[in-house]
């Protein structure tokens, strides 16, 4: 058996250097997701050359190891430690035709569920403006990060947010746009870990309010998100994969 197949040989051929190389990764590229796509590459090369996949080499691990590399801004550590857990509203890439509409309506449904709240711009350069104290706004950060330390998660659909929200055991509030986001909006309600859907095309700052007071005062979705995230963390479901794969080949 190769070294990949062993946990602990690969752990310790791998952990030593994995926080520079993020790093490094991070400063090169200028993107959380791209040093994590390219780290990921890199790891897919180290397997094949140190003896290819027969070991199940503990990707899924590694790739999770992100979460504990990324280092906050200052500025963030300090809104986060300044109360209660905020609740995190960002839409990706997704913004729609108008922008500045979603902004107002994410703005004005802060201040209708009275929460603190942590607003990411993304790709999709969702706009706000005129923060009041209880808005740290931001351009992206670590999902894995970032996740486990919110109240709620209030998000697009796209199926590697809704992955993180998951895993991160958090309740959610999914407002999809496009292609498989209401998918995964539905399956997330049917799981008990989010309220109905909030379309963007239909969405109100009243109807987003309600949808997170929902989201934060439901103990029994709170545990179902807590349960859900337990469970997505324990699965391996890159080896998984690779087992099926095997079984058609």
Request: aromatic fraction near 6%.
């Amino acid at each position: 058996m190769s070294v990949l197949g062993d946990r602990a040989a690969f752990d310790a051929l791998v952990g030593p250097h994995w926080r520079a190389l993020h790093l490094h990764c991070y400063r090169m590229l200028g993107s959380i997701d791209q040093a994590d796509d390219a780290l990921q590459e890199a790891l897919l090369r180290a397997w094949r050359g140190l003896g290819g996949f027969e070991g199940r080499a503990p990707l899924h691990h590694w790739l999770h190891r992100v979460a504990t590399m990324a280092v906050p801004s200052p500025e963030l550590a300090a809104f986060l430690e300044a109360g209660q857990a905020p609740v995190y509203i960002g839409f990706g890439s997704m913004a729609g035709n108008d922008p500045e509409r979603i902004g107002r309506i994410v703005m004005e449904a802060v201040r209708l569920a009275a929460v603190r709240a942590v607003v990411a711009s993304g790709w999709g350069g969702l706009r706000v403006r005129d923060l009041p104290d209880e808005v740290f706004q931001l351009d992206q950060a670590p999902h894995d990060w970032l996740f486990p330390r919110m109240a709620a998660i209030v998000h697009h659909g796209g199926s590697g947010t809704t992955g993180a929200a998951l895993a991160a055991g958090r309740p959610q509030v999914v407002c999809p746009f496009v292609a498989d986001q209401p998918f995964w909006a539905a399956r997330v309600h049917a799981a008990g870990v989010a309220p109905p859907p909030q379309p963007q095309r239909r969405l109100t700052a009243e109807g987003l309010a309600a949808a997170i007071r929902a989201a934060l005062s439901d103990a029994a979705m709170t545990r179902a998100a807590a349960r859900l995230g337990h469970a997505v963390r324990g699965g391996d479901g890159n080896s998984r994969a690779v087992k099926i794969l095997e079984s058609l080949s």
